[in-house]
């Protein structure tokens, strides 16, 4: 017994240190092209490997008016073939020699990446370059990949007995913000685009001077500097401005609700939303403790309550959606069998009543700091996580080196700070309630 108690004094204490935990920061190297691509390089030569990521500032919100899903669609394209590789040809670059490649449409971004042995790395410098430059935005590839899109929609949204809601609390909480259109589209709106729209928005925002090439691995830095001037340094810079996003989202300032049906609910779901602050704001560190302590795995305060304790629940949650303009925050729960919408609603804001009223404990704070700084310590074990880090620092700070500050600002986050963000985001006359249920079934 006594052996346990030292094991498990022991193991307290080494779990409280990760809150403490000191990182040494990520060496990370800058420049700019002159034709305006940023570089952003960190070398790491433990492992023969290398990570490539092509950043670029456009995402669901630059969609054109009437064409919701056109990024998401677009990034489908930059797959098929330019004027020197054919369909398909980054899969044989990538997998063919034992790497992968991938990309995804964000609301405020895309990205685009590879991970191969380092050997490869100049091979994919040129692919890249030769995707910016000459891609072929032509009919025959056009129809096939809004084809794939739209198919990815029907599987996503329309055949998931919750896949309508997710998408209603992104456009039922935005009223002017591009947000309300979401990412992934609809039919009606895809169909609504032509070829020559992809080859008008490849022209506007898939050049040099609106991206970031970030790399990470094994390479020596002068001749990685020499391959991205010989062939990313080529690419045009294009005469025409970059049209951004104007709108402002405006502040709410009264309750409205929602009733929406689908054919395929089998339980009642609620959702409360709120506008949440820009992802650079100071709050956001104290919102990510926040969402830690409420929704951060089983013994999360809302399971404990909602599932396990009340068990009105199957799942409840509280969610963190980052955005660069002003992101969501929003509880969420699916009802247990027989339980009903306002059960939920009553529950949801039952907890959320109860940390701005009582705040959060110090132990809530640290477990929740542990797992954050444990997660953000994880994401630096591989050359591919790495750059996924630094580029979501551009992404949501707008500057690469932020990854190296993230875990002191988690670390500085105190239980007022956890107080003040939730009395200063949620109130009665600033939410957007939906209800959502099946189509003649009980509410």
Known sequence: MKELTAILIVAIAAISAIAQVKVAPLDIKERTLPN????????DNSSPTVAIHVWYNVGGKND????????????????????????????????????????STWDDFTNYYEVVPS?????????????MANLN???????S?????????????????????????????????????????????????????????????????????????DFDQAQFDAWTDKYLGKVAKPTTAIPRVTEVEPAKTKEVRFAKTAPNVPFPAV???????????????????????????????????????????????????????????YLMAIASEGKHAPELEKGLLAELKLIQGKGVTAKELEKAKNQLIANAVRAREDNDRKAVAIERAIAYQ????????????????????????????????????????????AK
């Open 271 to 329: 959702a409360i939303s709120y506008l949440g602050p820009r992802s650079d704001s100071p709050d956001m560190p104290a919102l990510r403790i926040a969402n830690t302590i409420l929704s951060g795995g089983e013994s999360s305060r809302l399971y404990q309550s909602l599932v396990y304790k009340q068990q009105i629940a199957q799942e409840a949650s509280f969610n963190l959606d980052n955005k660069v303009d002003g992101g969501l925050l």
């Open 36 to 43: 305006g691509l940023k570089v952003v390089s960190l070398r």
């Open 119 to 131: 050997n490869y790395l100049e091979t994919l410098l040129w692919a890249e370059a030769e995707r």
């Open 398 to 441: 707008h500057d690469p080196k932020a990854v190296n500050t993230d875990i002191q600002r988690l670390q500085a986050v105190t239980a007022v700070d956890v107080l003040r963000v939730m009395k200063k985001y949620f109130n009665d006359n600033n939410r957007v309630v939906i209800y959502y249920t099946a189509e003649g079934g």
């Open 145 to 217: 990949e809004r084809d794939v899109v739209k198919e990815e929609y029907r599987q996503s949204v329309l055949a998931q007995p919750y896949g309508q809601f997710n998408e209603y609390i992104g456009s039922l909480t935005y009223t002017t913000h591009p947000y309300k259109r979401g990412v992934i589209g609809n039919l009606d709106q895809l169909n609504a685009a032509k070829s020559a729209d992809a080859r008008a928005f490849h022209s506007l925002y898939y050049r040099p001077d609106n991206a970031y090439l970030i790399v990470v691995g």
């Open 64 to 103: 054109p008016q009437g064409k919701s899903g056109f990024a998401h669609m677009f990034e489908h394209m930059m797959f098929k073939s330019t004027k020197n590789m054919p369909n398909e040809k980054m899969d044989r670059l990538t997998e063919d020699v034992g790497g992968f490649n991938n990309a």
């Open 137 to 143: 935005v032509d009919d025959a590839n056009f129809a």
